[in-house]
């Protein structure tokens, strides 16, 4: 299985950024995807997630309202759109695939830097 993440980069604060991180190498019909984060210096942090057929998602009390996940079954792609960044949002995203079945994320993607300028 790999996950190809990309999209980030460098915006101001209010700005918007879009993630995708295209799935490959089997089947996800028993799968979630989810987006995490990781500030320098900091633990680990979900953001958000979304079931394979698009129906449920669930975000993290600190991006509701701000990023949107979605995904394209055709692709394998999920998409995270963020808009109105704030500094606090600056991190390295990692999309994981979640098995659940078992509840735990088997498959990491390599990360995507975003960094918000106050």
């Known amino acids: 299985v790999q996950l190809q993440a990309s999209g ?3 915006v101001q604060a209010g700005g918007s950024l879009r993630l995708s991180c ?7 019909s028993n799968y979630d995807m989810g987006w995490f984060r ?16 698009g129906s449920s998602t669930h975000y993290a009390d600190s ?12 692709q394998n792609t999920v998409f995270l759109q963020m ?4 500094p606090e949002d600056t991190a390295v995203y990692y999309c994981a ?12 993607g390599q990360g995507t830097q975003v960094t918000v300028s106050s």
């Open 83 to 86: 808009n109105s960044l704030k």
């Open 38 to 53: 990781q500030a320098l210096g900091k633990e680990r942090e979900f953001v958000a997630v979304i079931d394979w057929s």
């Open 8 to 10: 980030g980069g460098s």
């Open 97 to 108: 695939l979640r098995n659940r079945l078992r509840n735990e994320y088997d498959y990491w």
């Open 22 to 28: 295209a799935a490959s190498g089997r089947t996800f």
């Open 63 to 74: 991006v509701k309202g701000r990023f949107t996940i979605s995904g394209d079954n055709a």
